[in-house]
């Protein structure tokens, strides 16, 4: 019986031992098993997120190359060099998505070494503040043809309004970033400083002048062009008017920054070199003050500019300014001449009319470049008195036979090269 009972324990001894060789290769082939499924599954894994990668990194670079001209993009390069001298001083696009502040602060740079390292032609910014369309635009392209490396335009409109021209107008592309803009409010003024600041990022850029939809040119190009140019001054009124459409427009909230002796009026619509349109976009202080206080009746863009420059930089104005308009009729708003008044004699008149002012320190009878306001229907008429070359028959925007108009500088007195 001992034996047998040996037998047994033996026999069962064996069978434990084979559960637990099996139970150790189970666990060894599912271990195994584990390891072969984990790395199909990281193999698998990885192809899916570096497809992906490749994916968005070529829908990226195609998206980039589509907006090739565009350098607000974050994008290679190889084509368009963002950073070129070019590019920086000659901006081609006027279309960014800069705020106001940041396009004030480019604007505002103004570089201390002196002359230009590169060929710069000084240019006539012409800088359209408008309450939509361009009515009398066919009369500007005439003005402005054969002449395109004197002059650059930009044009603010309502922010939603599309301005609309031919690809071969002087005006195509020339909108700006614009916004809303509200009559006797200091939305105006920034209208203005936003124009300013546009036309500054062209380093070409030297005398800027502030013109409606309803001025006209009543010289040719040349003799516009020279008269800014040669200019020691900058053309804006800045009188005191001791009345309550002048002094009594002050507000003594003002104080300390602006003292009523301080204040001026003025027309809204100035010409400025280079210099004073930067110290006007890079103000903070002052436009503060007038955003503030300046409210109906007080008209900030009667005020701001010919008050800042009185303060800070009358000995650089001419205080005047170089559009005509007519007061006579009295009221908020000036006269406005229609197709009926439009003849030979009225343009002549308006060049002529008795007027003597300072220029560059000598007295002139030549006082005024442009006009306003003038109606659509002064546009046929206009261009009846005009050649395609913008020179009358006669006399109307023709040359003049100025002393200071001798040397030609490429340019003829009816605008052609």
């Known amino acids: 019986m001992a034996r047998n009972r040996g037998d047994k324990e033996d026999a069962s001894e064996r069978h434990m031992g084979l559960l637990k060789l099996v139970q150790i290769l189970s666990l060894l082939v599912i271990f195994v098993a584990g390891i072969i499924i984990g790395l199909a599954a990281s193999s698998h894994i990885n192809q899916y997120f570096t497809s992906q990668a490749q994916l968005f990194f070529t829908n990226n670079i195609a998206s980039a190359r589509i907006s090739d001209e565009n350098c607000t993009i974050v994008k290679p390069c190889e084509k368009a060099d963002c950073l070129s001298m070019e590019r920086f001083v000659h901006p081609d696009n006027l279309t960014h998505s800069m705020t106001d502040d940041q396009v004030f602060w480019r604007a505002s740079m103004l570089p201390y070494k002196k002359g230009y390292p590169f060929d710069r032609i000084p240019k006539v910014a012409f800088m359209f503040l408008t309450r939509g369309p361009l009515p009398l635009l066919p009369l500007w392209e005439r003005f402005f043809r054969g002449h395109e490396q004197y002059f650059s335009i930009y044009v603010h409109t309502p922010q939603d309004y599309v301005f609309n021209v031919s690809i071969d107008s002087s005006f195509y592309g020339r909108k700006i970033p614009s916004k809303d803009v509200e009559w006797g409010s200091v939305s105006l003024v920034d209208a203005e400083k936003r124009l300013l600041a546009n036309a500054l990022l062209d380093f070409s850029n030297e005398r800027f002048i502030l013109l409606s939809e309803s001025c006209i040119p009543i010289y040719n190009f040349p003799t516009v ?10 053309f804006v009124e800045s009188y005191d008017e001791p009345t309550r459409y002048g002094r009594g427009r002050y507000n003594r909230k003002m104080l300390p920054d602006i003292h009523l002796y301080q204040w001026r009026k003025g027309s809204q619509w100035f010409e ?5 349109a930067v110290y006007i976009v890079s103000d903070t202080k002052y ?7 300046c409210r109906p009746a007080c008209y900030p863009d009667e005020h701001y500019i010919p008050t800042y420059l009185n303060m800070f930089h ?4 001419a205080n005047r300014s170089v559009t005509w308009v007519d007061w006579s009729i009295g009221g908020p708003h000036p006269a406005t001449y229609g197709g009926v008044n439009i003849t ?4 002549q008149s308006l060049r002529n009319n008795g007027t003597q002012c300072s220029y560059n320190s000598e007295m002139t009878s030549v006082c005024y470049l442009f006009a306003r306001k003038f109606a659509p229907s002064a546009l046929i008429p206009l261009l009846n008195l005009t050649s395609t070359q913008g020179c009358m028959r006669t006399h109307g925007f023709g040359a003049l036979d100025t002393e200071w108009l001798a040397p030609s500088d490429g340019l003829d007195p009816c605008g052609t090269r």
């Open 344 to 347: 030979e004699d009225f343009i």
């Open 272 to 276: 400025i070199q280079r210099d004073l």
């Open 314 to 317: 009358g000995s650089l104005n």
């Open 287 to 293: 436009y503060t003050v007038f955003k503030k206080y």
């Open 225 to 234: 062009y020279k008269y800014l140019i040669r200019s020691k001054y900058s």
